[in-house]
């Protein structure tokens, strides 16, 4: 509980510190960024200590993390004692009338939005409560990666200095996407937890910095469209609810197969889905609570990808609320409220909050010198946190830079230049502030490849996005049947379906190339896949891309009229130019003033533009993996399909809610009850996993290690001479330690995850995805081996040489794993910790 208020309290005084800035920073935002203050915040504070103790300004500890915080305190100064900006109300926002007192305009502000302000603090504390409750109950961090990301968050802990170094491969830097990772040492050292405290608290963290997030998000989304601002701080919550909570509907599934609901045969329902388990008989007797072990796993892996010959391919299709009922502390966890903030930023450049305009290598750019600079830090900052979210990230600001242009000079070609005018310097100068980073990085990808045999069927996407795909397509129809919205049919249908004739060209293109360059991989390939010849294989993959064609025709059935109402985007007409109605409009209080019902129609149009954006960068990462995939060690879609579709989980849940919100109040008599009575259906059923999974999770709320956020407590109740041991290497002097080694998700390198110091190696698998190789651990893990089982003191001591090992740890794992030869080590060596049949022997 004090771990959790000391965090609770260290962010709340990180917004309203970082808030003067923030506020002068997104002008055009109806939030001006407080939802988001606190994510901007962390961001910027981690990312001065990171480079100071990088550059060797300051060191590891307390002492550099707060003195990273200066700079912050005075940039906010700064903002707070300028003079303020007044919005003038008969302009768009973002334009200036007059000065004020900044701090006296902030002090207003807040009073004025006094319900916003209280409304994102409850759901902040709400939110971090309820997943740090469910994290209490089911703390332990021992299973699938989470021993690897504590890892990472221990051993930046006990680095002195930046790269941190890598506590499975001793003598190298860590080689991943660490940023996260740096966030949460930071604060576990502020608030003085351990490190799988902060872990569960930095899961819990995410989770409500994602909350208040979305809110503000779809808040500015609202409050942009004039005629929903009276509802944006209640319908604001929705985004939340879509983007956090709502799960994918394989929860409401395994409730119907447990009850043996559709399973009648052997060609029934359940074989034609195809989802793993449940596509086998279900248990009887019959109940309607799933019971399975681990059933609530098969969630994140409801599509199903064989190759020509039958064999099943695993596919990873996370969304968010089964990672944090995981705790799935991983960088795409981690990212999310900074994704929210690039979102943030993208909305702020769309609606024209940074004007003035910026010089820049011999362009002229149309956004000032700090929205460029905040937009590079954050870009380069997800890059940082996700290195797979660096294309979306640039998608977002690039587009939403062509969308303000094109509001407000009208389409031409033009805008190409404009979009490539902002690339080319915004990438350069997202790179530049993080190229420390890049320095010590390495990868296993390997650039792209094309997917032939596994196009997603309809049925098992439907199954994954279904709670998003009804609310989107029910307002598209809205749009075209209700507002009648005008629309550039044939220009979208032509974009679509080029793009999809595009694809197929390349992806057969390619793979003809590759038959010719490399007839040994493609020999491989066609062995694997069952057929004789290159064009066996294409004439298979096109017949099997037409049976499954279900996934690309629903999206088809989004991008298309999405594309074409966004193509139909005009120049605004300037205020003078706007024709004033006869019919009078009511202006809430900060609305500005257009000229009548066209101004209106003008500013809810810029919101609905923007929400189009999110949702054809969202369905565009969707088409993408039906290609293509990035080439990696698995050698096949599996990490793009994750990647990419919990990015459109994000981008999707926002329209989505938006969308809900929009229908409730604008539809009338029978349509209005059938949306609302399909909402209601729709709700039951994606929100069956959460309420049956987090009884499952917690033992129905009846935890093994009693409440506690501290997975430590595990190692203590089931190892107590172990959590001994780890506990003294904790407090003792840094050094290389060494320890069994063996396959990954298991407890090999226990000893490293909880005590920080480097390893030798680790987990060997993991290192080689990090690192694209197995050449930098080179005979590591066979002289480990060798160290423990050989009799002989000179082989050993050798070893101990060549890696500088300082502690040699002997305990149950080594003795079950190797034919310890322990008496060398009592002979030659100091034994500085024994209890039970744990030792710990140092190198004098």
């Not at 807040?110 to 209280?118: K, M, Q, S």
């Not at 469910?134 to 299973?143: E, F, I, K, V």
């Not at 043996?260 to 279900?282: H, Y």
């Not at 991989?521 to 279900?550: H, N």
Request: charged fraction near 15%; charge should be neutral.
């Amino acid at each position: 509980m004090i771990a959790f208020i000391a965090w609770y309290l260290i962010l709340t005084l990180l917004g309203w510190l970082i808030f003067p800035l923030i506020y002068r920073l997104f002008p055009a935002l109806g939030d001006r960024g407080y939802t988001l203050a606190r994510a901007a915040g962390l961001l910027m504070w981690a990312y001065v200590f990171w480079m100071f103790t990088t550059l060797g300004l300051s060191f590891n500890n307390v002492g550099g993390i707060l003195f990273a915080l200066l700079p912050l305190i005075a940039l906010s100064l700064y903002a707070l004692f300028l003079p303020g900006l007044k919005a003038d109300e008969s302009k768009a926002p973002g334009w200036v009338a007059d000065r004020a007192d900044s701090a006296t305009e902030i002090a207003q502000w807040v009073r004025d939005n006094a319900r916003l302000v209280v409304t994102t603090e409850v759901l902040f504390l709400a939110a971090f409560a309820l997943l740090a409750l469910l994290r209490a109950g089911n703390p332990t961090l021992d299973n699938a990666e989470k021993p690897m990301e504590l890892m990472f968050i221990n051993s930046i802990l006990r680095s002195p200095s930046f790269p941190p170094h890598d506590g499975w491969l001793s003598g190298y830097a860590i080689s991943y996407y660490y940023f996260g990772y740096v966030m949460t040492a930071m604060l576990a050292q502020v608030s003085g937890v351990t490190g799988s405290i902060a872990h569960n608290l930095m899961t819990s963290l995410v989770f409500a910095l994602a909350a208040i997030g979305s809110y503000g998000i779809l808040f500015n989304l609202l409050a942009a469209r004039r005629s929903e601002t009276k509802e944006a701080t209640s319908a604001g919550l929705l985004a939340p609810l879509f983007m956090l909570i709502v799960s994918n509907i394989e929860g409401f599934l395994e409730v119907l197969h447990r009850r043996g609901i559709l399973w009648s045969g052997t060609q029934n329902f359940w074989t034609w889905l195809d989802i793993k388990e449940l596509n086998q008989a279900p248990v009887q007797p019959y109940a309607w609570i799933p019971d399975r072990f681990w059933w609530w796993w098969r969630a994140s892996r409801v599509i199903s990808d064989y190759d020509l010959m039958g064999g099943a391919r695993e596919v990873i299709d996370e969304f968010p609320f089964f990672s944090f009922l995981h705790a799935d502390l991983h960088p795409h966890v981690l990212a999310i409220p900074f994704i929210l903030l690039t979102i943030a930023v993208a909305l702020n450049i769309f609606l024209g909050g940074w004007p003035g305009g910026m010089g820049l290598y011999g362009l002229r750019l149309k956004i000032n010198p700090a929205g460029f600079v905040l937009s590079a830090l954050v870009l380069g900052g997800i890059a940082f946190l996700n290195i797979w979210d660096i294309l979306l990230g640039a998608a977002l600001i690039v587009l939403a830079y062509g969308l303000l242009c094109t509001r407000l000079e009208g389409w031409s070609w033009n805008r190409l230049l404009d979009m490539l005018a902002l690339t080319v310097p915004l990438s350069i100068s997202a790179v530049l502030p993080y190229l420390p980073f890049y320095f010590g990085f390495s990868s296993q990808a390997g650039g792209l490849l094309p997917n032939l045999v596994s196009p997603t069927r309809g049925a098992q996407l439907w199954v994954m996005f279904v709670p998003l795909f009804i609310p989107l397509l029910s307002y598209l129809a809205y749009l075209a049947l209700g507002e009648r919205r005008h629309g550039r049919w044939r220009l979208a249908a032509l974009l679509a379906l080029g793009l999809v004739l595009i694809l197929v060209a390349a992806l057969f293109l390619v793979s003809w190339i590759a038959s010719i360059r490399e007839p040994n991989a493609v020999a491989e390939v066609l062995r694997t896949q069952g057929v004789s010849d290159v064009g066996s294989l294409l004439q298979a993959a096109l017949v099997r891309r037409l049976m499954f064609i279900g996934g690309l025709l629903t999206m088809l059935a989004i991008l298309v009229p999405t594309l074409a109402y966004l193509a139909a985007m005009r120049r605004e007409m300037p205020a003078d130019d706007v024709p004033v109605q006869p019919r009078a409009v009511k202006r809430t209080k900060n609305a500005p003033s257009l000229g009548g019902v066209a101004a209106e129609a003008h500013l809810d149009d810029r919101a609905t533009y923007f929400s189009f954006l999110l949702i054809i960068i969202a369905s565009l990462l969707v088409i993408g993996p039906e290609f293509v995939f990035l080439r990696d060690q698995f050698g096949y879609r599996l990490n793009t399909i994750f990647k990419f579709y919990f990015q459109a989980w994000l981008l999707w849940s926002i329209p989505a809610a938006l969308a809900v919100a929009v229908l409730i109040r604008k539809l009338r008599g029978v349509a209005e009850w059938i949306f609302i009575t399909v909402f209601a259906v729709l709700l039951v059923f994606s929100l069956a996993y959460p309420a049956f999974s987090i009884g499952n999770k917690t033992n129905n709320f009846k935890p093994f290690l009693g409440w506690t956020l501290d997975d430590f407590r595990r190692i203590e109740r089931n190892s107590p001479d172990e959590a001994a041991a780890i506990l003294w290497l904790k407090s003792a002097p840094d050094g290389v330690v060494t320890e069994a080694v063996g396959g990954s998700y298991s407890d090999y390198g226990r000893v490293s995850v909880y005590t920080g110091l480097p390893a030798v190696l680790g987990w060997p698998g993991h290192e080689v995805q990090w690192r694209g190789s197995a050449e930098p651990q080179g005979s590591r893990q066979d002289d480990i081996k060798l160290l423990y089982e050989t009799p002989d003191w000179e082989t050993a001591r050798s070893i101990l040489e060549r890696y500088g090992i300082r502690y040699v740890f002997v305990g149950g794992l080594e003795r079950s794993t190797y034919q310890v030869q322990e008496d060398k080590f009592q002979n030659n060596l100091g034994l500085v910790f024994q209890r039970g049949a744990v030792s710990i022997y140092e190198v004098p």
